[in-house]
């Protein structure tokens, strides 16, 4: 048998089929591109970065558990326990797309958390599964394309500290050094670069809104928390703020100061937090006090990047 033979065997044949048939019908965000595709290129990065075949087989069947039906002992019946544990640790959800699925903040919170105990095996898979979203994301942008960002659950302030958590975790952990490392960091500094460009003016906003979340703690997070998280999350409130009021986005100008909607703050919230409105209000206090804090922010209003 050539060395080339001996790399895969009938099992990576059969966990390409599987995945092949158990994704059926499934396609990318926003798109027609089956959803085969980003798994062999998930699968393609793992043999590239040296993994063996049980991580080459992983990277085919990562999103099983999390957007299939897929039975969990169907996974170890036909591939082994390891491929289902690694499969687990790199699932966010387990049973399916949308069944019983916790809110988004603190579902990508715990999912950060589990990686962190594993070992280099699985952060192998997960660094391939986030250089293949990342490189998606920033050929769009460096072609002048839209981003999409509404594709994404919590737009382009959660997705980017999404990716700013894991490439720290991974580039500073079992990862470090490494080739992957580099590659994930590289991608998310990019991708991080055309967001700048992107919010313009709304860089002056996000070193206030630092300062003032850091002084002014309405989740009582602590400042490292608080460092990462209320920017990105005040950010995407202001877009989402600004697309409602049809303005021409953080980088264009808009005639008057941006009014946070009530409305609008708690749709965000939910969705980055979990917490849903209480009653007796139309939104948690939580918000309020974020509202309050933003508001009092001298450089809310957008300006002309020119």
């Known amino acids: 048998m050539s060395a080339l033979g001996e790399a895969y065997g009938d099992r990576y044949v059969e966990a390409l089929a599987c995945a092949a048939r158990w994704h059926l019908g499934d396609h990318r965000k926003g798109s027609e591109v089956p959803y085969?595709?980003?798994?062999?290129?998930?699968?393609?990065?793992v043999w590239e970065f040296g993994g063996d075949e049980t991580q080459a087989v992983v990277g085919l069947l990562h999103d099983v558990l999390e957007d299939t039906e897929t039975d969990p002992s169907e996974i170890s019946d036909r591939f082994g326990i390891e491929?289902?544990?690694?499969?687990?640790?790199?699932?966010?959800?387990?049973?399916?797309?949308?069944?019983?699925?916790q809110a988004w903040k603190p579902r990508k919170e715990e999912y950060l958390h589990k990686l962190a105990r594993h070992d280099r095996r699985v952060a192998l898979v997960a660094a391939a599964d986030k250089i293949a979203n990342l490189r998606s994301i920033v050929n769009d942008l460096d072609m002048g394309e839209a981003a999409g960002w509404e594709r994404f659950t919590a737009g382009m302030g959660g997705t980017a500290w999404y990716y700013e958590q894991v490439a720290q975790l991974l580039a500073g952990g079992p990862l470090a050094g490494s080739r992957p490392a580099?590659?994930?960091?590289?991608?998310?500094?990019?991708?991080?670069?055309?967001?700048?460009?992107?919010?313009?003016?709304?860089?002056?906003?996000?070193?206030?809104?630092?300062?003032?979340?850091l002084n002014y703690d309405p989740l009582g997070l602590g400042p490292v928390d608080g460092a990462t998280t209320y920017?990105?999350?005040?950010?995407?409130?202001?877009?989402?703020?600004?697309?409602?009021?049809?303005?021409?986005?953080?980088?264009g100008t808009t005639p008057t100061a941006?009014?946070?909607?009530?409305?609008?703050?708690?749709?965000?919230?939910?969705?980055?937090f979990g917490s849903p409105p209480r009653t007796g209000g139309d939104h948690p206090p939580e918000v309020a006090s974020l509202i309050a804090c933003l508001e009092n922010l001298a450089d809310l209003r957008p300006q002309s990047s020119s």
């Open 258 to 272: 941006v009014e946070i909607s009530p409305t609008v703050a708690a749709e965000v919230w939910v969705n980055w």
């Open 182 to 213: 580099r590659m994930l960091v590289d991608l998310w500094a990019r991708m991080s670069a055309h967001i700048g460009r992107e919010r313009g003016a709304m860089a002056e906003l996000d070193a206030g809104l630092a300062r003032c979340l």
């Open 83 to 101: 491929v289902l544990e690694m499969v687990a640790a790199l699932s966010d959800h387990i049973g399916g797309r949308g069944v019983g699925k």
């Open 36 to 45: 085969l595709g980003h798994l062999l290129e998930v699968s393609a990065l």
């Open 231 to 251: 920017p990105w999350f005040a950010l995407e409130l202001v877009r989402c703020q600004l697309g409602r009021d049809n303005s021409e986005g953080p980088a």
